[in-house]
């Protein structure tokens, strides 16, 4: 089977031996030399397909590749969408997919105008991490978490040696292969440390972004640093040894996250680790991933005599899966429009977080979030950081009103405000 990615056409599979599609008369051979197989996933602003490369070379461990499809055309998007491309055929690390000095092209449907800017990659077989927790149905050990963490932390020295920061690292983002390796996926929102940049965020001109319980405060507020990475992948971590969400441990009263009963397995040289990384502020958080790294060896030692870069890697029993789908969103990476919430309850809130002369808390922004998304999708989380923006001092309430006036459907709105104000 060969599929069409024209967005228009009205039958889009088509049989391996056509060049062109006999419903559009779009070309079906990619470039040359990419087949569409399969859709893996879409959102808002793309698509993603699986899709085989005839002239993969000896080097090449598969012929199956993933296509990321941008669809929406706006200048914003595109920027990104070339940025990322730009900044991953720069990469040689097992830690990030591998994208070919080529693998951006732009495509045009039959008769359209609109071009399809695409971006090939290496597809990554196993699970993320988020799923990997959900299917293995316990938390994971200490010493695998430290292991982890040092794995994760070389990828981010690779990354940030580069003057790039990631600004979503979760669960959901971290692949696990069958052999062991993790692999961080997604950069469609990775940013590059530039005058530019540091200009624009002093200006208040960069774009917040806030994936709810793995985003420091500051990436809400359009001032993420390298060190807002290390805040996440300290959240990422407590979610792997507690294998719950970290929002659920967050105390608004003491902003504070209140995890380690949860986890009383770890060790408190481990745990105070941990929670340095989620200091609030950037100032507090180690200030480099080589620091990150010297004092993750050194706990390591301590807690288990060896020295942890001279372990086997351990293979997992895990079926070969689909690449989770990168996102194509950009600017937009809180919730999947395509793949709704686990139905569970939301973190308690207290109820002044609910009256008209409180402030607003991190938690609160966070749950408002999640709620908002499972109505209109990914775009929930700019809608928030816009609000926001023109008025930091809104009450809670009134926060959730101007929430709502998004929402369409005059039932749905009244549900989202029924669910996030009880």
């Not at 920027?79 to 097992?94: C, I, S, V």
């Not at 149905?137 to 981010?156: D, F, M, N, P, T």
């Not at 500051?218 to 993420?224: I, K, V």
């Amino acid at each position: 089977m060969s599929l069409c990615i024209n967005p228009r056409c009205p039958n889009p599979i088509n049989k391996d031996s056509l060049l062109f599609c006999v419903s559009c008369g779009s070309e079906l051979l990619l470039e040359g030399r990419y087949r569409v197989r399969q859709q893996l996933g879409g959102g808002g602003f793309g698509k993603t397909y699986e899709v085989k490369d005839s002239q993969a070379g000896y080097e090449s461990q598969s012929d199956l590749k993933v296509l990321k499809v941008l669809t929406y055309n706006h200048p914003k998007y595109v920027e990104l969408f070339q940025r990322e491309a730009q900044f991953l055929a720069r990469l040689n690390h097992p830690g990030i997919p591998k994208v070919e000095p080529d693998a951006y092209f732009v495509y045009y449907p039959h008769n359209s105008a609109d071009p399809l800017h695409c971006l090939v990659m290496e597809k990554i077989e196993g699970l993320d991490l988020k799923e990997y927790i959900n299917r293995r149905g316990s938390c994971i050990s200490e010493k695998r978490a430290i292991q982890w963490s040092i794995e994760l932390v070389s990828i981010l020295k690779e990354i940030h040696s580069h003057h790039f920061f990631h600004r979503d690292i979760k669960p959901s983002n971290i692949m696990l292969r069958a052999d062991g390796q993790l692999v961080l996926i997604d950069f469609g929102t990775a940013r590059e440390v530039t005058e530019t940049y540091l200009s624009k965020r002093s200006e208040g001109q960069v774009t917040g972004l806030f994936s709810a319980g793995y985003s420091p405060l500051e990436q809400l507020n359009g001032q993420a640093v390298p060190e807002s990475d290390f805040f996440a992948l300290g959240r990422t971590i407590v979610y792997l040894l507690t294998g719950k969400h970290p929002s659920e441990f967050y105390d608004s009263y003491v902003d504070d996250l209140r995890w380690r009963e949860a986890a009383p397995n770890v060790s408190p040289m481990f745990a105070d680790f941990l929670d340095r990384m989620m200091a609030r502020l950037p100032s507090q958080r180690p200030q480099s991933a080589e620091v990150i790294l010297r004092e993750l060896e050194e706990i390591y030692r301590s807690l288990y005599g060896s020295d942890p870069h001279s372990r086997m890697k351990t293979s997992v029993a895990i079926e070969p899966l689909q690449q989770k789908p990168a996102s194509p969103e950009i600017e937009t990476t809180t919730v999947q429009a395509t793949r709704p919430l686990p139905d569970r309850a939301p973190p308690k809130v207290p109820e002044r977080a609910a009256t008209d002369d409180s402030r607003l808390d991190l938690n609160f922004i966070s749950r408002s979030q999640q709620e908002l998304a499972q109505f209109i999708g990914p775009i929930a989380s700019i809608i928030c950081q816009r609000i926001l923006s023109k008025n930091p001092t809104i009450s809670p309430r009134d926060f959730v009103e101007a929430l709502a006036h998004k929402i369409p459907d005059p039932k749905q709105a009244e549900e989202f405000q029924r669910r996030v104000l009880k």
